[in-house]
């Protein structure tokens, strides 16, 4: 059966982003392939300096991915602190990757710029270590995500087969998997960049626990052009085309067969933010009951943690005897 791994940090509130790029495909996977997804706490940990703030949110985080659908029968859901393989590992996967390529991760140089003057922590570089650790601890075949985590999974696969040219065959070469439509949901005040939890500002973040006239108000309030065409043209109509591709993900039909349907842009945004609010209504609700309950969360987090721990135990040995290390 195929694995499938997948990590989302407790840094802030979940979005639409999250939620079309890669929290929807991990609830269809769970059907066909055996799953694992993680709250990574400890990466949310490099931009993190507040204390008693990560727990909270690691609970809530849990409470959002179960109300998207991850069913705790079928999909292993954990929190990344509950199993210390991944900083055991992460340590392995440090030595095996260079200064150089984690200069060139553009998220390091992206989230480091923007910091500016703030602390920049020896964590946000060595990221993607960790993050290699908590792909092949699993033995994951695929790894869904949104677009931006194309590059760390690619990083991971050749630490990967380093690893294995390094001491033998140890480690499942993984790819990374993004959707057709919403890879990459754009900001609606400014849809040349990414729509992120860090961004300054929310007017134009879509968030999925969002009160249905928010959520109008700000698609009614969208940045397009001073063009009156709706055209699928994402490189010089990104305002629009990131509307049809919302309005794609949301309804199934393709954003140019959409845009043939539209000749205004005021109709476009009520629809796109109509689909928008019917799809995230149900999970909103089942979030707030299941928020209600939290030591059930706390429940199934640790259950989920057990399951995960068991799997990488016993990756972490393979490596560690692929390595020589002398065994206790
Ligand atoms: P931050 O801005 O703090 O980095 P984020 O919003 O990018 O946070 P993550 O926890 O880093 O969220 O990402 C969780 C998943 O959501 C990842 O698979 C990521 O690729 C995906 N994702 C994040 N933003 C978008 C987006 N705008 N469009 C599509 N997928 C996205
Ligand atoms: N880096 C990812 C979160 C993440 C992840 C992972 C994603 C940490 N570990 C393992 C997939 C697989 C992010 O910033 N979105």
Redesign the pocket.
Known sequence: MTRVL????P??DV????Y????RNWVSGQHQADVFHGI?DLHALT?TDQPHVLGERTLHLAAVLFAVGLDPNKATVFVQSHVPEHNQLGWVMECLVSYGELSRMT?FKD?SAKREAEFVSAGLFTYPALQAADILLYDADEV??????RQHVEITRDIAVRFNSRFGETFVIPRAVTPKV??????LQQPTS??????DGDAGIIYLLEDPSSIAKKFKRAVTDSENEVRYDRNNKPGVSNLLDILSACTGETPESLASKYTQYGSLKTDTGDAVVATLTPIRERASELLQDKAELARLLAVGADRARSVAMKTLSRAYDAIGLLRP
Do not use: E, F, Y
Request: proline content about 3%; some cysteine; charged content about 20%.
């Open positions: 997948s990590c989302i940090q840094t802030g979005h639409l982003g999250n079309l790029g890669a929290l990574v931009i998220q989230k869904p995500v949104g677009d931006d985590q919403g890879a990459r949901v754009m900001d990414k729509m992120s939890k860090s961004s």
